[in-house]
């Protein structure tokens, strides 16, 4: 079946300007995570939903981040007035339900911010 | 005590030897330890995982070991071979709720 998919690929941009990087998990996966890695590093956690409950958004670096999911399915990572600093892959996962369970990885979108 | 140690930061093996990836964990609530491969240009993925009932696991040429008492576990590759090469992650986690917490990541470079 389908794996986890994300799109942009890749998204080159400006300082100052915002960017929203879209996630599609897997069908019927009700935990969807987002990691940040820079170049060379681990993974970085973000934002984590399960289900309808309240997000865990304790990895956010800064109010400049935020994130949804609508649905319950698809899920937008938005990144206002981009910084230099926030150039990396956004890695976006999912899984069947509670943290114990194998994430699945999508490919990743590589965000360059000029 | 959320945080997962891993070393080396880096390895590099012959052809046909033994790759030896470390882990340490501080919260004891963890209960599902997997290992991730990650290729250049792709996410991560499931290699092999453990649960703390049970000291080894073995899938083909990987194994995890997993010492419950001194909070480690470890990623052996047996026979290593280059298309191992790749950047391996170890986690922990609990069904609790807890979210998932990474390892830095281990360069592994399989020499031909």
């Known amino acids: 079946g389908a794996g986890v998919s994300q799109s942009p690929s890749n998204k080159v941009t400006e300082k100052g300007k915002d960017v929203e990087l879209r996630c599609d998990p897997i069908?019927?996966?009700?935990?969807l995570y987002w990691y940040r890695q820079r170049l060379g590093q681990g993974l970085e956690f973000l934002i984590y939903?399960?289900?309808?409950?309240?997000?865990?958004k304790s990895g956010l670096p800064s109010d400049r981040f935020s994130a949804e999911r609508t649905g319950g399915s698809v899920s937008t990572l938005t990144i206002q007035r981009t910084q230099q600093e926030d150039s990396a892959v956004y890695l976006c996962?999912?899984?069947?339900?509670?943290?114990?369970?194998?994430?699945?990885f999508g490919p990743g979108t590589r965000l360059t911010v000029l | 005590q959320q945080q997962v140690k891993q070393s080396p930061q880096s390895l590099i093996v012959q052809k046909g030897g033994i790759s030896i990836i470390n882990c340490a964990y501080e919260?004891?609530?963890?209960?599902?330890f997997p290992w991730y491969q990650q290729f250049p240009g792709k996410g991560p993925a499931l290699l092999i995982a453990i649960r703390p009932d049970v000291s080894e696991k073995k899938e083909g040429r990987f194994t995890i070991s997993f010492n419950k008492s001194a909070k480690q576990f470890s990623l052996h590759i047996m026979d290593s071979q280059p298309g191992d090469s790749a950047t391996y992650f170890c986690?922990?986690?609990?069904?609790?709720?807890?979210?998932?917490?990474f390892g830095a990541g281990t360069r592994l470079f399989v020499k031909a």
């Open positions: 069908s019927g996966h009700t935990a």
């Open positions: 986690a922990a986690s609990n069904g609790g709720g807890f979210k998932t917490i």
């Open positions: 919260n004891t609530a963890f209960d599902y």
């Open positions: 996962a999912s899984s069947q339900g509670l943290s114990s369970d194998t994430q699945y």
């Open positions: 939903f399960q289900g309808n409950s309240a997000p865990d």
